[in-house]
């Protein structure tokens, strides 16, 4: 769902967020079913008829595909930051993005058992007008965001599986599941790079050596240090429709970045789209399969940062690499970039 790959390129500038894939548990409450990733340090379960969606590798799920009715959680460090603090910041982030954003209502709350901020907004997405209900918590030094989306009509039809998310989530020691963050026997790893992603899945990325890794929470993302967070990070997308095409899909992912990242700019000298009819030597690949490329910029919390996305459509799913920067630092990394690019391994 490319609503998802939004909240992704907002989230890796604002918070630099764990991104992780999906495990299971034993323990999972009547009707429901396991949404945990892997080091979380909460649980999580969506009703057993919701469709678990960590593709992206935020915890999420959604009701059907042609719907607006779902749930994402994300983790990342608290520091200094209080819970109101981190409320304040989420609805200046969201007023920036949405002209017509509008908080409705904020309330004290728990989730887990621990304290949280509850706020519900409205904006327009496209021509949809969404409801959303957000709750901001903290424990051991991790915040965690619980965000429910949903249409302004469905809203309501939905409060039984939300208060059920809610009243079933609770924080736990970090999760680890079944998946082991490893080398796949027979696999060696390009020189001076790791591995940045997990052997059952149906990519490898792999990144410098020196590049930082969340890897007790399975992620796939990595970036420069903790005072540079240049980062790297990769998603499989399954498109809504049949034989779409790169082209198509930068098209409509355009759309979307246009209408909901501020100061959205592409930058047409350093994009390459393929189109069939007069390109008859593309020499972009990922994993020695036709790619495109997209250049963008966008303001995110006051800060502008530049993008270069990645798109190659493989066995029915499309995978978008994303490198994420600050203007002043974009260039110091393209080297590496270029490197982690030629060694993406699809389908494998």
Request: charged content about 25%; proline content about 3%; overall charge negative.
């Amino acid at each position: 769902m490319r609503k998802i790959l939004i909240l992704i390129l907002i989230l890796t500038c604002l918070f630099v967020p764990v991104l992780s894939s999906c495990g299971t548990d034993s323990d999972i409450p009547s009707g429901m079913q396991e949404a945990t990733c892997l080091g979380a340090n909460y649980r999580l379960y969506v009703p057993a008829n919701w469709t678990v969606n960590t593709n992206s590798g935020i915890s999420s799920a959604f009701f059907t595909q042609g719907e607006y009715a779902m749930v994402t959680v994300t983790e990342f460090d608290s520091g200094e930051e209080t819970i109101a603090e981190r409320a304040a910041k989420a609805q200046e982030a969201y007023g920036s993005l949405y002209q017509d954003f509008k908080k409705v209502s904020e309330q004290d709350t728990k989730l887990g058992g621990a304290d949280a901020k509850a706020f519900v907004f409205t904006f327009t997405y496209g021509e949809t007008k969404c409801r959303c209900l957000e709750l901001i918590s903290a424990k051991a030094g991790k915040t965690v965001s619980m965000l429910f989306l949903f249409t302004e009509e469905n809203y309501e039809s939905f409060s039984d599986n939300r208060d059920s998310i809610i009243g079933n989530f609770r924080f736990a020691a970090p999760y680890e599941g079944e998946a082991k963050h490893k080398i796949p026997e027979g696999v060696v790893p390009p020189a001076g790079m790791k591995l940045a992603s997990f052997d059952e899945g149906s990519y490898r990325l792999f990144v410098p050596e020196t590049w930082q890794l969340r890897t007790q929470n399975g992620l796939t993302l990595a970036y420069v240090s903790e005072s540079d967070r240049s980062n790297i990070s990769m998603m499989a997308y399954m498109p809504e429709q049949d034989s779409m095409s790169l082209a198509e899909y930068w098209e409509l992912c355009k759309k979307d970045y246009a209408r909901d990242l501020l100061d959205f700019q592409v930058l047409d000298a350093e994009t390459k789209i393929y189109n069939s009819e007069t390109d008859t030597d593309w020499d972009l690949r990922m994993s020695g399969r036709l790619a495109d490329k997209a250049v963008f910029t966008a303001s995110i919390d006051g800060v502008t940062y530049k993008y270069c996305q990645f798109f190659c459509a493989y066995a029915s799913m499309i995978y978008v690499l994303t490198y994420t920067s600050t203007e002043a630092l974009f260039d110091s990394h393209l080297n590496e970039l270029e490197k982690v690019l030629e060694n993406v391994v699809l389908g494998y």
